[in-house]
């Protein structure tokens, strides 16, 4: 096969998010195997070119890139009848033109900084509930969430309350609320009769 092979188009599309000012745009590429959240320039500067990119416009206020899409939050006065064609247009040439999506080394410093937030060491009875607690969380959770934009993580548990953190489209999100309480709480109080309340931070 040779080299002038054509390569297929990059394809792009909008889906709503539950959140009103977060938007996700879904390509048919795998832009970064795992979770990348952006909520500033800085670290968006330091990590991922392509998030850094649209920091640079005056209305991004957080990117958020898993698998094939990225989810875009914009500062509350814009609108996004103006801001949805030049953002897709954007991210189409960005792939294309195969500019850097997230740079090597960012899972290693996500995983440091992961694991200097969890410094809380867990043993026995807690031990077991907080694995119980993770594992639904990755299997359940997860995948629900992602499908509108969004990720949560673990942080902490203490004397049955438990705190997640809220990425992507669920960070700010108005319904996000009703999904910790009616949905996960839900969940994990049925699965892990320990847990009695689940709460969130912003990611």
Known sequence: ?????????????TEQTPNPESLKFVTNRILYKGTADFKDADLAEEWSPLAFALFEKPFVKGVYICNNFVTVTKELQYEWADLMLPLKQFIKEYVENGGEI?????????AALEAERDEVEYAGDEAEIVEMIKN???????????????????????????????QGACSGCPSSTVTLKAGIEGILKRMIPQVKEVVSEMG
């Open 1 to 13: 096969m040779n080299d002038t092979a054509i390569k297929s188009p990059v394809l792009i599309y």
């Open 102 to 110: 997230v740079s090597e080394g960012f899972e290693a410093a996500k």
């Open 136 to 166: 639904l969380i990755e299997e359940r959770v997860k995948p629900a969430v992602e499908m509108d934009g969004g990720n949560i993580e673990f942080k902490s548990y203490k004397e049955g309350v438990v705190t997640l953190i809220m």
